[in-house]
């Protein structure tokens, strides 16, 4: 796989999204499976990794990071861990998705980074986000902090997920930011207001959920059944079968391109957003090797600008159910 840069830090085209080995995808895969799953993708030419502290199930809730440090020890000096800070579950709610509680405290963050790198069995962490903001800590304050890992070597760049603008501005005065981790896809375009500041700025953009959580694969018909207890897709708004219904023209236009391309329509869901800017990477997951291996490919589908102009403009116009969004976050 090609490389490209992120705002400075150098990673393959397509990331990948470690989460769904252990949560919020169905039940947490075997341990074994799971290590072997991550060098796969280290093979197929993966460089980035990115997980979190809280990516894990309410008996385990680091198990991500603990499986991507055992995974990725091996080759450590030839790969890019991204890990982040700052949020977890509120596992009482008695709903699926749980609830995000939010906190940002310096002494929080010093108390998760200590925890991730010492399961992630390394020194350093090469790009550390701050999960989600939290309106009870100014971003002046969170940059202060990542300043100062910096300075100690523990962390090598920072970023924040889905940041908004003026939060973006006024931690990167004060620590420049490497990049910022939104969600994005061709059903949920709304982060692209946010493109000129990125590029006035020099961040880059880490597209999360990058295929509707995999909804914009294609291979989910309206007999798509999720176990409730473990897959957050059991109650995302794309698989309904109004849904279904709603994104017939979605889908046609995802498998009329793909067949052109001799491509997959996961690799056009891809390759749009990597022929739009040389600094947006997408982090898919997968559970699949077969899978991996075609997000990978993504990076070989070309798109002409003016290709990728159509796509937009078509997509601008059409049809399509509501996506998921995000999780709730609730005051702690």
């Known amino acids: 796989m090609n490389q490209r840069s992120l705002g400075g830090l150098t990673v393959s085209d397509v990331g990948f999204g470690c989460m769904g080995i252990s949560h919020a995808y169905g039940a947490p895969l075997e341990k074994e499976e799971a290590v072997r799953l991550l060098r796969t993708a280290a093979e197929a030419g993966y460089t980035l990794f990115d997980t979190a502290e809280v990516y894990g199930t309410q008996e385990d809730p680091h198990a991500n990071e603990r499986l991507a440090g055992e995974a990725l020890q091996p080759i450590r000096d030839k790969v890019q861990i991204v890990t982040k800070f700052g949020i977890r579950f509120d596992t009482n709610a008695g709903v699926v998705p749980y609830p995000l509680i939010t906190d940002a405290r310096p002494e929080r963050i010093r108390e998760s980074v200590e925890g991730s790198l010492r399961r992630l069995r390394t020194d350093r962490i090469d790009l550390y986000f701050q999960h989600?903001?939290?309106?009870?800590?100014?971003?002046?304050?969170?940059?202060?902090?990542?300043?100062?890992?910096?300075?100690?070597?523990?962390?090598?760049?920072?970023?924040?997920?889905?940041?908004?603008?003026?939060?973006?501005?006024?931690?990167?005065?004060?620590?420049?930011?490497?990049?910022?981790?939104?969600?994005?896809?061709?059903?949920?375009?709304?982060?692209?207001?946010?493109?000129?500041?990125?590029?006035?700025?020099?961040?880059?953009?880490?597209?999360?959920?990058?295929?509707?959580?995999?909804?914009?694969?294609?291979?989910?018909?309206?007999?798509?059944?999720?176990?409730?207890?473990?897959?957050?897709?059991?109650?995302?708004?794309?698989?309904?079968?109004?849904?279904?219904?709603?994104?017939?023209?979605?889908?046609?236009?995802?498998?009329?391109?793909?067949?052109?391309?001799?491509?997959?329509?996961?690799?056009?869901?891809?390759?749009?957003?990597?022929?739009?800017?040389?600094?947006?990477?997408?982090?898919?997951?997968t559970r699949n090797p077969e899978r991996l291996r075609e997000n990978a490919g993504a990076a070989e589908v070309l798109l002409t600008a003016a290709e990728v102009q159509k796509l937009d403009e078509t997509l601008e116009g059409m049809e399509m159910s509501q996506v998921f969004g995000g999780t709730k976050i609730v005051n702690p």
């Open 132 to 285: 989600r903001i939290d309106a009870a800590t100014p971003p002046e304050e969170v940059a202060g902090v990542m300043a100062d890992l910096i300075r100690e070597g523990k962390i090598l760049h920072w970023g924040i997920s889905e940041a908004s603008e003026d939060y973006l501005r006024r931690a990167h005065a004060v620590c420049p930011v490497t990049a910022v981790e939104n969600r994005y896809s061709m059903m949920a375009r709304h982060y692209e207001a946010l493109f000129p500041v990125l590029e006035e700025l020099g961040v880059g953009f880490v597209a999360f959920s990058p295929m509707a959580n995999g909804f914009l694969t294609g291979k989910y018909g309206m007999d798509a059944k999720f176990d409730g207890r473990y897959d957050y897709r059991a109650s995302m708004p794309q698989f309904t079968e109004e849904a279904m219904e709603k994104n017939r023209e979605l889908l046609a236009l995802l498998n009329g391109l793909a067949a052109e391309k001799n491509a997959t329509p996961a690799q056009i869901s891809l390759a749009w957003m990597l022929c739009k800017k040389p600094w947006i990477v997408p982090i898919p997951g």
